[in-house]
């Protein structure tokens, strides 16, 4: 068991790139080991989740030399495709640990094979619904079985032949999205998702930079089966989920002022800088550039008042996987903030809406759970204590930021699998200010 310690007060200064966008080093993986020739991905996130989806490809008779980057630069890849279909049965069930999105994509494509399969994952991923992709592809054709309640692990019959649907979700999700738009790749005819509200375009983009042919038009896409991915380079951005945390800690702690460099500004993830500017926050965006099909950006941080507000409902599905942070902004901003519309939270690796609330709540904070989010009255000044993660990586960087605005000491229990999404976070963090130390007691440095 891992635990955080982090001192009281602070700043943040400095500058700082963040590892690679997690979403982005999946789907690099995902499309590289179906396109034809060989894809080159620089700026990979080595976190565990991304290495999991590597592995299971790997194990599927993908070869993909993975070479180790230095301290926060991101791995570089070598991909050799194999297409569409040269895959190979692989002797285990596929574990892909905690990743939601690796489990999610990766049955769009099993769902398609022709051998058998079954995808894994940890404690936490089998309390995840997967029946959002599920009845979709058995739409579609697939045959697929999964545990109790449509929850992992799921196992594919393979050598079902695949149809195109037209099918509508019932929430605005790129997880769901995705999942049909590779299904289809290997469908007769062209499948139509049109989506509850705007979801993040990744698949999109990435699957027109391998030379696939993707219909957008507002709220739906559209993909014909049978087409060829072209082997390409992969540029990883910074993952703007991961440097929320540093661009939340920067604007509650007085005298930051800190630079963060090549974050990804995907229009369909920026919701946090929404939001937060809406809050009062200081962020300038400079160095704007597109990379690999995806805008980048350098973004300069100075702490500012935060006041509290109504968040936009619009902006949530833009902002979900930012919002354990974004309550922690809440707490420190002046009067009352109100958050809904947020429901997905508590179907997450926690229910991120119940662990928040539990924790800002032993450190003083005033805050009400609603269904599907909360409301927050601002105390600009915490009390410190011990709160649990409760196993969620996001939970575990938010209230190690709240410590900066603390009267006394956060201690962040069950912080282990920050290592998914952001590894070396504590020696980043504390290279630019955050005074944490790690659960075998030594400062890190």
């Known amino acids: 068991m891992t635990t955080f310690v982090v001192n009281p007060g602070g700043s943040l200064n400095g500058q700082l790139r963040v590892p690679g966008d997690k979403s982005i080093s999946h789907r690099s993986v995902i499309l590289g080991a179906l396109a034809e020739g060989q894809t080159r991905v620089s700026g990979f996130l080595e976190g565990q989740d991304s290495l999991n989806t590597l592995a299971a490809f790997q194990s599927m008779g993908v070869p993909i030399e993975y070479i180790a980057g230095s301290e926060g630069e991101g791995g570089s890849l070598v991909i050799d495709g194999v297409g569409l279909h040269g895959l190979k049965s692989p002797e285990n069930p596929l574990d892909v640990g905690n990743s939601g999105t690796a489990m999610r994509l990766m049955a769009g494509v099993l769902a398609a094979q022709k051998f058998p399969s079954t995808l894994i994952g940890d404690e936490s991923l089998h309390g995840?619904?997967?029946?959002?992709?599920?009845?979709?592809?058995?739409?579609?054709?697939?045959?697929?079985?999964?545990?109790?309640?449509?929850?992992?692990?799921?196992?594919?019959?393979?050598?079902?032949t695949l149809n195109a649907i037209d099918y509508t979700t019932p929430v605005a999700s790129a997880q769901i999205k995705s999942c049909l738009m590779l299904a289809a790749l290997y469908a007769n005819g062209e499948t139509r998702i049109h989506e509850a509200g705007v979801s993040r375009d990744h698949t999109e983009r990435m699957l027109r930079g391998f030379g696939v042919d993707v219909g957008v038009n507002d709220l739906s896409v559209s993909v014909h089966g049978g087409q060829k991915l072209s082997a390409t380079s992969v540029d990883v951005p910074?993952?703007?989920?991961?440097?929320?945390?540093?661009?939340?800690?920067?604007?509650?702690?007085?005298?930051?002022?800190?630079?963060?460099?090549?974050?990804?500004?995907?229009?369909?993830?920026?919701?946090?800088?929404?939001?937060?500017?809406?809050?009062?926050a200081n962020i300038e965006i400079t160095n704007e550039r597109s990379v690999a099909g995806e805008p980048v950006a350098d973004l300069r941080i100075q702490h500012s008042r935060l006041n509290g507000i109504d968040v936009p409902v619009d902006l949530v599905p833009l902002a979900i996987d930012e919002f354990p942070v974004l309550f922690v902004a809440a707490a420190c901003a002046v009067g009352e903030t109100r958050i809904t519309g947020a429901a997905e939270l508590r179907v997450k690796e926690t229910d991120r809406i119940k662990a928040m609330a539990d924790g800002l709540t032993k450190l003083g904070v005033n805050i009400t759970e609603l269904p599907d989010g909360a409301v927050i009255q601002g105390a600009q000044s915490l009390r410190g204590g011990v709160v649990d993660s409760f196993e969620d990586h996001r939970i575990a960087m938010a209230f190690s930021m709240a410590a900066l605005v603390s009267d006394n000491s956060v201690t962040v229990t069950d912080c282990a699998n920050v290592a998914t999404s952001f590894p070396h976070y504590?020696?980043?963090a504390s290279g630019i200010g955050l005074g944490i130390t790690t659960s075998d007691g030594s400062a890190v440095s």
Do not use: C, W, Y
């Open 128 to 160: 995840r619904p997967m029946g959002r992709v599920i009845d979709p592809l058995m739409q579609m054709g697939a045959e697929i079985s999964s545990g109790a309640d449509k929850r992992p692990p799921l196992a594919f019959a393979g050598g079902r």
């Open 238 to 280: 910074a993952d703007i989920s991961s440097a929320a945390f540093f661009i939340v800690g920067a604007s509650i702690a007085p005298g930051s002022s800190l630079l963060l460099q090549h974050v990804g500004m995907n229009p369909t993830r920026t919701g946090i800088l929404d939001i937060l500017r809406l809050m009062g």
């Open 426 to 428: 504590a020696e980043l």
